[in-house]
Structures are given as structure tokens and as C-alpha cells.
């Protein structure tokens, strides 16, 4: 299965996002998928995830802004982020995780990413 996220750019504090992952290939209703991003100075940070089944599971450092969901049907799935801050500038990315286990840390699948920048 491969990725691609989309609906990334500049947006201004406060502002809300949806990004989008799309794959290509089957099976994507039988795999899990987290949203992670990434900062050259801070490193990598999961952001959440979601279960074949729908269910999700969120980080702690920006839970309560963020919403993920999926469409199998068109095999995506979304990260919705809402007030925007500074710190959220960031590449963002999904991935599938090995063994559908969400917080393994080892993808077998992830995108090349989508670059937000967050500004007053």
C-alpha cells in the first residue's frame, strides 16, 4: 500500500486543517493508521492514530485539537487540526504501522509527507 497526504500549505494562527492520506493498492480497510510529524530541531511526535475498526487513540501534546477518521470506501484517511499554533509548523505525515499496532514505532508504509506552516 502506498501514501500520499495532501491539504497541506500556510495558514494563519488559530486556523483549522484537514489533511488527507490516500493509498493506493488493497487491503487498506485491514491496516491501522497514525499521523505523525516531524521538526529538524524537535524530532518526530505521533500525533494519533486510528484502528482498522475506527476506533482512535490521540497523543497527549495536542490532543483535544486534533480529529482523526478514515473512508474506507475511498481508502483515506484525515487528520483534522484545529487552532492552529506556531508549533504546529511541522511535515506531517501518515503511515501504517507494523502489526496494526499503533504505537509500534516500525511502519511498513508511510508518505512522503505535507509541509504546514502555521503564521500570524
Known amino acids: 500500500v502506498q501514501l500520499v497526504e495532501s491539504g497541506g500549505g500556510l495558514v494563519q494562527i488559530g486556523g483549522s486543517l484537514r489533511l488527507s492520506c490516500t493509498a493506493s493498492?488493497?487491503?487498506?480497510?485491514?491496516?491501522?493508521v497514525i499521523w505523525a510529524r516531524q521538526v529538524p530541531e524537535k524530532g518526530f511526535e505521533w500525533l494519533g492514530g486510528i484502528h482498522k475498526n475506527g476506533r482512535t487513540d490521540y497523543g497527549d501534546s495536542i490532543k483535544g485539537r486534533i480529529t482523526i477518521s478514515r473512508d474506507n470506501a475511498n481508502a483515506a484517511a484525515y487528520l483534522k487540526i484545529n487552532n492552529l499554533k506556531p508549533e504546529d509548523t511541522a511535515l506531517y505525515y501518515c503511515a501504517i504501522p507494523r502489526n496494526n499496532n499503533l504505537y509500534d514505532g516500525q511502519y511498513i508504509s508511510r508518505g512522503q509527507g505535507t509541509q504546514v506552516t502555521v503564521s500570524a
Open positions: 493498492g488493497s487491503g487498506f480497510s485491514s491496516y491501522a
